[in-house]
């Protein structure tokens, strides 16, 4: 079998900088905060030009981080997209706060701006205080995050970019990080830039949300990690982590190219057969994934089982949207229903994208999905 995503291949790359790198830490010992933390911080800033990056124990806890900045209650409403892993919404409504679901554009896969004021006007509607807008960077190309910020201007909004998959791109050569007040991201293995276990990163150029966040990340700590301030968490980044991620980072910038690269090879092997992913204008992508959508009237399973047993891989993200899980039903809905999102659950499938995949690999997997089609 092919693999979806190969983490082996980038391994033997840089192995023998991974293992000196670690043995580093084993010598000095400051597991917790140590000098590689530091390090990846002041490394990410520059790649983000954010004026703050504070590492974090997670994508999930980097929005959590990001929401206490902002201070974030019950009875308040952020807008999100439906279409998009669990954290999105779970890390609103874990604070006691409340998920508006909005439809996402069927091109992008990203939340769609015409679709906002019904969101917003759904979030008064179910007496909430909307205060905020996440869009989502899926499937790693930034959100239309202009005409985000216009809705979110005039609505006096602030916007969270939950770049856990675009994080790497860029939009109008503005690099994500630096597209919204606070972005976060995850470092999680499978991610565009991974780490070995689980991590995460958030970005402002905002003091007061760095400094809440800075505080947050251990246990809402004040001028000493004795005075506690506020309440907060355990959310730090592990210094063995920040030392593969220095690693990893000294490659991303090439790993992006080849993730394009593979991207354009999809593009002209399978753009008349599917509906392959396109960029919008001024955006680049990241390309965690690399989604196509099936004609709605064919077997997507079938497609699946056939690819697999010629050895290809396929995923679906994501065969259920947000609004429909149990625990998320009793959110509001932008018009009630979110008919893009749910037509995108039928169709969607993502093949197998990293940057190893050789030519020939790309090749099998597009002639294996002409012949399934
Ligand atoms: C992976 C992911 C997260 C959460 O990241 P973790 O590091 O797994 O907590 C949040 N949002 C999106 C869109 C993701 O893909």
Not at 122 to 127: F, H
Not at 135 to 161: C, E, N, Q, S, Y
Not at 290 to 295: A, C, E, G, V
Request: include cysteine; hydrophobic fraction near 45%; charged fraction near 20%.
């Amino acid at each position: 079998m092919l693999p979806f995503i190969d983490l082996k291949a980038q391994q033997k790359l840089l192995r023998d900088d991974i293992e000196a790198r670690l043995q580093a830490v084993l010598d000095h010992g400051a597991y917790i905060m140590g000098p590689e933390v530091k390090e990846l911080e002041a490394e990410l800033s520059k790649w983000a030009q954010a004026k703050h990056v504070i590492s974090c124990s997670s994508g999930t806890d980097a929005l959590i981080l990001a929401l206490l900045g902002k201070k974030l209650r019950p009875g308040q409403g952020v807008i999100c997209p439906s279409f998009t892993f669990a954290a999105t919404a779970e890390s609103l409504a874990v604070l006691g706060a409340s998920p508006v679901f909005a439809d996402v554009d069927p091109n992008s896969f990203n939340l769609d701006a015409r679709n906002l004021s019904a969101a917003l006007q759904a979030g008064i509607d179910s007496g909430l205080d909307v205060v905020g807008i996440m869009p989502v960077g899926l499937f790693g190309m930034p959100a239309d995050m202009t005409a985000i910020g216009d809705f979110a201007r005039k609505h006096g909004l602030w916007v969270i970019d939950d770049a856990a998959q675009s994080f790497g791109a860029r939009l109008h050569d503005t690099p994500v990080g630096n597209l919204a007040d606070v972005t976060c991201t995850s470092f999680f293995p499978a991610k565009p830039l991974g780490c070995y276990g689980d991590g995460g990163a958030l970005f402002t150029n905002d003091d007061e949300v760095a400094e809440i966040a800075i505080s947050c990340r251990v246990h809402g700590m004040g001028k000493t990690k004795y005075h506690n301030d506020r309440i907060g968490m355990t959310a730090r980044l592990d210094t063995m982590q920040a030392a593969v991620l220095l690693s990893k980072l000294s490659i991303f910038k090439d790993e992006l190219a080849a993730r394009q690269k593979v991207a354009d090879q999809y593009e002209s092997l399978l753009s008349q057969s599917v509906a392959t992913p396109r960029l919008n204008d001024g955006a680049s992508s990241a390309w965690a994934q690399y989604t196509i959508k099936l004609p709605q009237n064919c077997d997507r399973q079938k497609i699946q089982d056939h690819l697999s047993a010629k050895g290809v891989p396929t995923m679906i993200y994501y065969p259920i949207p947000m609004h429909k899980q149990a625990p998320y039903q009793r959110y509001p809905v932008a018009n009630g229903a979110l008919a893009i999102t749910d037509s995108l659950c039928d169709i969607v499938l993502a093949l197998p994208m990293h940057p190893y995949l050789a030519e020939e690999q790309v090749e099998h997997v597009a002639r294996t999905l002409k012949e399934a089609l």
